[in-house]
Every structure is written in structure tokens, then in C-alpha cells.
């Protein structure tokens, strides 16, 4: 089996943000980076791999093995891509278990670990800053 072609990149986190087109995709970006800065503590970096258009930001890392494999991959603990139609958030935890939170979130669509926001403005930042917290230390089962 390949091994997984998004891998943490040297990419400028800032160099990617600011070649976002969409100007208002853009400050939505700025906005969530800071945030998931804030809450994880940790440096961002950028994910991909040169041949794929979609790169994502991501921060920390950990160590995982899919099921039915033996080999292991190296993913981040929490992260965003700034997609043309809207901003995913992945979490690394079954975030359909937050019902309560969720509710209060705004306007958004999700997963089982993503977010999909299509506006920072729609959504209570408050609420994803407890969402993003809850992933700091979750790992999937």
C-alpha cells in the first residue's frame, strides 16, 4: 500500500494564505488560523504535496495506523483548508457526539470530524473554540 501523500510541507503558512483569491476566504482564513493557534498552542504548517492543488494548514502531529494495515501514517491533531466553497475544520474526534454544541455553532455543516463553514461571520467562534479544544487530545479509535 502507498503511503499517504499529504505530508507536513515547508510551505510559509503566510505565503499560502496570502494566495488565497478570494479576499473575504482570505480574513476567514486569517480569522481561524489565529484561533486554532491560540487554542492549540502549537505552530502551524502546511500539509499537501506538490501535485495536488488543495493544501491544508494543520497543527500538531501524531502517529495512527488504519485499520486492516500495518503501517503507520503521520496526520495533524487538528487543522483547515480554505476550500472555494467553504472552509473545512478537521478535528480528530467524532464531533456528531456534540449535539449541545453543535446546535449553539451557527451555520455550518458537518461530519464525522469536519466542519464545513462557509462563512466565519455565521458561525459562534466561541463554540468552535470548545470544539477545537475537545480535539487537542482526542485520537481516533
Not at 500500500?1 to 476567514?28: H, W, Y
Not at 464545513?116 to 481516533?140: G, H, R
Request: net charge positive.
Amino acid at each position: 500500500m502507498a503511503g499517504l501523500a499529504t505530508k507536513e510541507t515547508n510551505r510559509s503558512v503566510d505565503n499560502f494564505i496570502s494566495q488565497i483569491d478570494n479576499a473575504s476566504k482570505q480574513e476567514d482564513s486569517k480569522i481561524i488560523l489565529e484561533l486554532l493557534t491560540k487554542v492549540t498552542g502549537q505552530k502551524p504548517k502546511v500539509w499537501g504535496n506538490d501535485k495536488a492543488p488543495d493544501f491544508l494548514i494543520g497543527f500538531g502531529k501524531y502517529n495512527y495506523t488504519r485499520k486492516g494495515s500495518k503501517e503507520e501514517f503521520e496526520w495533524f491533531n487538528v487543522g483547515f483548508a480554505p476550500r472555494k466553497s467553504k472552509m473545512t475544520v478537521y478535528l480528530t474526534f467524532d464531533i456528531n457526539a456534540e449535539t449541545e454544541l453543535l446546535k449553539q455553532l451557527g451555520k455550518c455543516k458537518w461530519g464525522k470530524g469536519c466542519l464545513y463553514i462557509n462563512k466565519v461571520a455565521d458561525i459562534d467562534l466561541a463554540i468552535l473554540e470548545k470544539l477545537v479544544s475537545k480535539s487537542k487530545t482526542a485520537k481516533w479509535h
